[in-house]
């Protein structure tokens, strides 16, 4: 069993800045890629950042320049830094990950149960 959990979301001002954290927690032998995907009202799930395990990042282009992914390989976690948020930032963040497990199962897509980012005046 492998569990992914978020936390850090809220409410910010435009302009304001959030940190997002995943913890992905289990019988994990590696984790490859983990990233964030983000779900706004009524839209589809879109990537926002990934990071492979060995640092590379890829962006979507409405976030870059002011979101840094990163992650701790040793503790299992990623990160979302967003800054200068907008307004069409608002969406349900979700922590997604590539993990192959002690039994040697490797399962492409865990998601997390969702964090709530809401950018408003």
């Known amino acids: 069993q492998v569990q992914l959990v978020e936390s850090g979301g809220g409410l910010v001002q435009p302009g304001g800045s959030l940190r997002l954290s995943c913890a992905a927690s289990g019988s994990i032998f590696r984790i490859y890629a983990m990233g964030w995907y983000r779900q706004g009202p009524q839209k589809q799930r879109v990537l926002v950042a990934t990071i492979t395990s060995s640092g590379t990042t890829n962006y979507a282009d409405s976030v870059k320049g002011r979101f840094t992914i990163s992650r701790d390989n040793a503790k299992n976690t990623v990160n979302l830094q967003m800054d200068s948020l907008k307004p069409e930032d608002t969406a349900v963040y979700y922590c997604?990950?590539?993990?192959?497990?002690?039994?040697?199962?490797?399962?492409?897509?865990?998601w997390g149960q969702g964090t709530q980012v809401t950018v408003s005046s």
């Open positions: 997604n990950a590539d993990i192959e497990m002690v039994t040697g199962h490797r399962e492409y897509d865990y």
